[in-house]
């Protein structure tokens, strides 16, 4: 293992001052008279509570970094993840425009994290299932949905495949795309996601469940859940968790990663506005996984804002300039055409009704019972004699 990283003693009750000559033990030998704990080694320790970076706010890769450690992407890959972190980028500007203007009610701001989300789900398998959090859009773009369904479902209308059932910027998505439905509640796909690693396990299948939550999930119940029974049974998941900085958590440890260490598993800390470092870092626990090596924790730092270096969709795009993969104007023409793209989706969805009634009623039961039925047609006369429409 290397040189382990002891934690600070703790004295028992009883001895007296000195140095302690208990033995070091590794956690769960059950010795509980012993002072010293060894739980992870010295690079464990500091992969947990470092952090990973490899593009500079320019786009230049660090000269200390690892070159042969970070994925090789085609050229046409590289501007295709671009233009997905515009397309994101666009639609959370549209999205909030609608909350100002009453619209819609809410959305949880999703500026910033573009390489975090975009970055990791380049790296994975399209057989790979990803359970996302309130802010991951991008996850959706990134395999393929059309905008426009996003944008259908912000307003919850007609043409929403969650028939307006769900808050907006938590999509369902069609199940071929293996994304489960966006959580709108802190922490519940996390288990959700330790639930599909263990089916692929059981399986013996190469899937890897990739969960997305926020820095706010980590104080609730469902963490612990999906982090621990990940843990004790070795599940090929990874939970990339997005640390803006902004939420108001209870923890107390030093970094959110080292509470991996903590779970037997495997915590990475990354500069979360690097896309080279999110998709090489997640690309690792992906490997690791599939080896049978157990889960990831992965904490991907945002920076607040997106001016003084800190946009993430910038440094990339500075970076494929400088490898030639896509110049000045190309990108501002792909900035243009993202968001012409997503302010069509909303013109065209705004005149959209919403769902017929009897979607209010329908994908809960396998049939409906004629409790339901009989206040759903209630519902239609006490509508017929409505004035309003």
């Not at 990283?5 to 070091?24: E, H, N």
């Not at 970076?319 to 793209?341: H, N, P, T, Y």
Request: net charge neutral; with cysteine.
């Amino acid at each position: 293992m290397g040189a382990p990283k002891s934690i600070p003693p703790s004295r028992p009750a009883g001895l007296s001052g000195g140095k302690s000559t208990l033995p070091l033990v590794r956690a769960g030998m059950g010795a509980p008279e012993v002072a010293e704990i060894e739980a992870w080694t010295d690079e464990d320790y500091r992969r947990a509570t470092g952090l990973f970076t490899v593009l500079s706010a320019k786009g230049q890769i660090d000269r200390q970094a690892d070159r042969t450690s970070l994925p090789a992407f085609e050229p046409p890959v590289l501007r295709e993840a671009y233009l997905t972190m515009l397309r994101a980028r666009a639609l959370d500007a549209a999205a909030r425009e609608l909350v100002s203007a009453e619209w819609i009610g809410s959305y949880a701001e999703t500026r910033g994290t573009e390489a975090a989300v975009v970055g990791a789900m380049a790296v994975l398998s399209p057989e790979d299932v990803v359970a996302p959090g309130r802010r991951a859009a991008g996850a959706a773009i990134a395999r393929g949905y059309p905008v426009a369904g996003l944008v259908a479902q912000l307003f919850g209308n007609a043409h929403d495949l969650s028939r307006g059932r769900r808050l907006p910027g938590c999509p369902a998505v069609p199940r071929a795309l293996n994304i489960l439905p966006a959580s709108d509640h802190a922490g519940t796909q996390l288990p959700h996601a330790a639930g599909v690693a263990w089916a692929a396990k059981m399986q013996k299948k190469s899937t890897v469940a990739l969960a997305i939550l926020e820095a706010l999930e980590i104080d609730a119940e469902d963490f612990h859940t999906g982090v621990n029974f990940a843990g004790v049974f070795r599940l090929p998941v990874i939970f990339l968790c997005i640390n803006d900085g902004k939420s108001k958590s209870l923890m107390t440890s030093e970094t959110i990663a080292v509470r991996a260490l903590a779970y037997g598993i495997a915590g990475v800390r990354v500069d979360g506005g690097d896309f080279l470092a999110v998709a090489a870092s997640v690309r690792a626990a992906a490997e690791r996984a599939r080896r049978g090596e157990g889960a990831t924790l992965i904490e991907a730092v945002v920076q607040p804002g997106v001016e003084d270096g800190a946009d993430p969709i910038a440094r990339f795009g500075g970076w494929l300039a400088g490898e030639k993969v896509l110049d000045a104007a190309a990108a501002e023409a792909m900035r243009v055409a993202a968001e012409a793209e997503i302010r069509a989706a909303v013109t065209a969805e705004q005149l959209i009704g919403p769902p017929p009634a009897r979607a209010i009623i329908e994908q809960v039961l396998a049939r409906p019972p004629a409790a339901l039925e009989d206040q759903l047609a209630e519902l239609g006369r006490a509508r017929g004699k409505s004035p309003r429409p």
